[in-house]
T-cell receptor, first 117, second 117 residues
Framework: GAVVSQHPSRVICKSGTSVKIECRSLDFQATTMFWYRQFPKQSLMLMATSNEGSKATYEQGVEKDKFLINHASLTLSTLTVTSAHPEDSSFYIC?????????????FGDGTRLSIL | AQKITQTQPGMFVQEKEAVTLDCTYDTSDQSYGLFWYKQPSSGEMIFLIYQGSYDEQNATEGRYSLNFQKARKSANLVISASQLGDSAMYFCAMRGDYGGSQGNLIFGKGTKLSVKP
């Protein structure tokens, strides 16, 4: 089945640090990948849609300068949390969809728990 | 606007019994897809089952079945013969017409299922 790898799984760092999270589709090509944020005991909230070769589409209220997204290839998207602060602590999870098949589910990575001290 | 409603924050079920998790949705799209995901405490999102809006038969995947009632805009998940490993958060999600929404998912708030031995 389709596998999405997300790395790192956990990050603990000091306030002011920038953190990069990688999302890779291992056995399929994904023109589009998605980045979600999940606070404890809440649902997944879409942050942005990452499109290969073009700028990401951000959801309302998400700071594009804070959360930098790069989708340089059909198998890799990265999310960089710039100058992270404690309020950025959350669970970040990416997903990818097999291009061209609208009945296909999104395949999720295992998520990244980000803790900013 | 699309919306997913899960009205059961938490559910308990006895091991080996069946349980139904409720999901209602709202959309103006003619073509859409409905998904159920399971999220264990470890955080990964596991795809369970898919139902397309034009599918005439209810979807089934092993112990999972989807009770799709289009006129009522409901897509309830039925888990038969519950197992202790079924204890997790369950999210209902919807994807609108592929061309319009780029395929992103709208999630409900989730239902926490606890299976009792």
């Amino acid at each position: 089945g389709a596998v999405v790898s997300q790395h790192p799984s956990r990050v603990i760092c000091k306030s002011g640090t920038s953190v990069k999270i990688e999302c890779r589709s291992l056995d399929f090509q994904a023109t589009t990948m998605f980045w979600y944020r999940q606070f404890p005991k809440q649902s997944l909230m879409l942050m942005a849609t990452s499109n290969e070769g073009s700028k990401a589409t951000y959801e309302q209220g998400v700071e594009k300068d804070k959360f930098l997204i790069n989708h340089a290839s059909l198998t890799l998207s990265t999310l960089t949390v710039t100058s992270a602060h404690p309020e950025d602590s959350s669970f970040y999870i990416c997903s990818a969809m097999i291009t061209g098949f609208r009945n296909q589910p999104q395949h999720f990575g295992d998520g990244t728990r980000l803790s900013i001290l | 606007a699309q919306k997913i409603t899960q009205t059961q924050p938490g559910m308990f079920v006895q091991e080996k019994e069946a349980v139904t998790l409720d999901c209602t949705y709202d959309t103006s799209d003619q073509s859409y897809g409905l998904f159920w995901y399971k999220q264990p405490s470890s955080g990964e999102m596991i795809f369970l089952i898919y139902q397309g809006s034009y599918d005439e038969q209810n979807a089934t995947e092993g112990r999972y079945s989807l009770n799709f009632q289009k006129a009522r805009k409901s897509a309830n998940l039925v888990i038969s013969a519950s197992q202790l490993g079924d204890s997790a958060m369950y999210f209902c999600a919807m994807r609108g017409d592929y061309g319009g929404s780029q395929g992103n998912l709208i999630f409900g708030k989730g239902t926490k299922l606890s299976v009792k031995p």
